[in-house]
């Protein structure tokens, strides 16, 4: 605990990745049905998946597929992405304590932005909707026509730390996924892994985070005593 009171402590921003440790974006409108309306979009256009695009439930996983195997449907394909994503924000849960995290760093001195893979409309539909829109410094989210450019690419965080005026060494990231991790660690940034689940806790330990919380609400505490 100590370690970790010392590691938010040292940093001068607060990298939160958006779907997972700010909100269910698919709460109401889940991923699985978002990527059965993309796939079928890409069939429709004659287009022959493979076994992983076939399956997947990730839109993002479908994104990457379809950049790489129909470049030439990125465009459509994203707009139909974008949109869903919209609406998912319409109706997405917040993670608990989340909002706790944002008001306490703020209060700690600490700046605050979204780094996401999501679509920047999204997010600042749900920021919105929730009231936190003037509480985030900078948003930086996927590029349109350039989804290599997402996590685990560290781009966005650098990003985020230019935007910020800070090194992007003085920012802890927290995320959820192995991409988030790796992202920071290629950044240079620190890393905080936040896991619903002791399986997710073991992956984002291995993929370099420094540590690993339970909920949020573990890290509002921190926040508290640093």
């Given at each position: 605990?100590?370690?970790?009171?010392?590691?938010?402590?040292?940093?001068?921003?607060?990298?939160?990745?958006?779907d997972g440790p700010v909100c269910h974006?698919?709460?109401?409108?889940?991923?699985?049905?978002?990527?059965?309306?993309?796939?079928?979009?890409?069939?429709?256009?004659?287009?022959?998946?493979?076994?992983r695009a076939k399956s997947t439930s990730?839109?993002?996983?479908?994104?990457?597929?379809?950049?790489?195997?129909?470049?030439?449907?990125?465009?459509?394909?994203?707009?139909?992405?974008?949109?869903?994503?919209?609406?998912?924000?319409?109706?997405?849960?917040?993670?608990?304590?989340?909002?706790?995290?944002?008001?306490?760093?703020?209060?700690?001195?600490?700046?605050?932005?979204?780094?996401?893979?999501?679509?920047?409309?999204?997010?600042?539909?749900?920021?919105?909707?929730?009231?936190?829109?003037?509480?985030?410094?900078?948003?930086?989210?996927?590029?349109?026509?350039?989804?290599?450019?997402?996590?685990?690419?560290?781009?966005?965080?650098?990003?985020?730390?230019?935007?910020?005026?800070?090194?992007?060494?003085?920012?802890?990231?927290?995320?959820?996924?192995?991409?988030?991790?790796?992202?920071?660690?290629?950044?240079?940034?620190?890393?905080?892994?936040?896991?619903?689940?002791?399986?997710?806790?073991?992956?984002?330990?291995?993929?370099?985070?420094?540590?690993?919380?339970s909920s949020m609400g573990e890290l509002?505490?921190?926040?508290?005593?640093?």
């Amino acid at each position: 605990m100590s370690d970790l009171i010392g590691l938010v402590a040292s940093v001068d921003a607060i990298l939160l990745d958006f779907d997972g440790p700010v909100c269910h974006l698919f709460a109401g409108y889940s991923a699985s049905i978002i990527a059965e309306e993309l796939r079928a979009y890409l069939v429709g256009e004659g287009s022959a998946l493979d076994e992983r695009a076939k399956s997947t439930s990730d839109p993002l996983a479908l994104l990457q597929w379809t950049s790489r195997h129909r470049p030439e449907l990125l465009g459509p394909f994203e707009q139909l992405e974008d949109a869903a994503e919209y609406a998912a924000a319409e109706t997405a849960k917040p993670t608990e304590h989340a909002a706790d995290v944002i008001d306490l760093a703020i209060e700690a001195g600490r700046r605050v932005a979204i780094v996401s893979n999501n679509s920047r409309a999204a997010i600042e539909r749900y920021l919105e909707l929730q009231g936190l829109s003037s509480k985030v410094t900078t948003i930086v989210s996927r590029i349109t026509g350039h989804p290599e450019l997402m996590k685990p690419n560290p781009r966005p965080l650098i990003e985020a730390a230019e935007n910020l005026g800070t090194p992007v060494e003085a920012c802890v990231l927290v995320g959820d996924s192995v991409s988030d991790i790796t992202a920071a660690g290629n950044a240079g940034a620190r890393s905080i892994g936040y896991a619903k689940n002791p399986s997710r806790a073991d992956e984002l330990s291995a993929a370099g985070a420094e540590f690993v919380v339970s909920s949020m609400g573990e890290l509002a505490v921190i926040l508290r005593r640093s």
